[in-house]
């Protein structure tokens, strides 16, 4: 069974940090495009940052994000992180991760996203003083 568990969130004051990590079960997440995505309270879903499943591994990060935030993944564990930095009441939203498995179709890009086929339940982060 597929599944995606995402842990790391919670409530942290602007400049902080946070590390949300992605946890797969099910299939092997190294071979699949792996992203992380935002939804705020009245905003369409955003593609926050994407890792794919190459060796080596292509990268993207929203403009929003970039210099600030960290994908990486760790085959082993069967998990991918998002590294949170200088973090702003703007970042405040539910994250979920998503895969492109089983069909592998996925991507990430500046002019939108798609594929993905399996998602998290998502996870509350909050920026605020």
């Known amino acids: 069974q597929v599944q995606l568990v995402e842990s790391g969130g919670g409530l942290v004051r602007p400049g902080g940090s946070l590390r949300l990590s992605c946890e797969a079960s099910?299939?092997?997440?190294?071979?699949?495009?792996i992203g992380w995505f935002r939804q705020a309270p009245g905003k369409e879903r955003e593609a926050v940052s994407c890792?794919?499943?190459?060796?080596?591994?292509?990268?993207y990060y929203t403009d929003s994000v970039k210099g600030r935030f960290t994908i990486s993944r760790d085959n082993a564990k069967n998990t991918v992180y998002l590294q949170m930095n200088s973090l702003q009441s703007e970042d405040t939203a539910v994250y979920f991760c998503?895969?492109?498995?089983?069909?592998?179709?996925?991507?990430?890009?500046?002019?939108?996203?798609?594929?993905?086929?399996?998602w998290g339940l998502g996870i509350q982060v909050t920026v605020s003083s």
């Open positions: 998503a895969t492109d498995h089983p069909l592998g179709r996925g991507y990430c890009s500046g002019g939108g996203w798609t594929g993905m086929d399996y």
């Open positions: 099910g299939f092997r997440l190294g071979y699949y495009t």
């Open positions: 890792i794919t499943g190459d060796s080596p591994s292509g990268i």
